[in-house]
Nanobody, 121 residues
């Protein structure tokens, strides 16, 4: 499974960006897809994720400003980021998880390459 992310860039504080991620190389629906970010000298953290059923989960720092959604195409997600702040500056990574049953429940995670978001005036 390959995850292709796009949409990063440079934006001024208060601006907006939209990130997209598309998975390829699988016939299965990916059960959870989401975004993580990593700022310099910081650990990677969850930004938002969404289940195949459309249930979304957000980090407190982005709640109310970011919206994650499933795309029209299978295994695609979008992240609409509004009211961006300098502290949102980071490399954003797309992650997907497939949950399957084989003698027990198993999880396989996939990561995409990062896309850089810089919020600066």
């Amino acid at each position: 499974v390959q995850l292709q992310a796009c949409g990063g860039g440079l934006v001024q504080p208060g601006g907006s960006l939209r990130l997209s991620c598309a998975a390829s190389g699988t016939i299965f629906s990916l059960d959870v897809m989401g975004w993580y970010r990593q700022a310099p000298s910081r650990e990677r953290e969850l930004v938002a994720n969404i289940t195949s059923g459309g249930i979304a989960n957000y980090a407190g720092s982005v709640q109310g400003r970011f919206t994650i959604s499933r795309g029209n195409a299978k295994n695609t997600i979008n992240l609409q980021m509004n009211s961006l702040k300098p502290e949102d500056t980071a490399v954003y990574y797309c992650k997907a998880r497939r949950i399957y049953y084989s003698g027990g429940y198993h999880e396989t995670d996939y990561w995409g390459q990062g896309t850089e978001v810089t919020v600066s005036s």
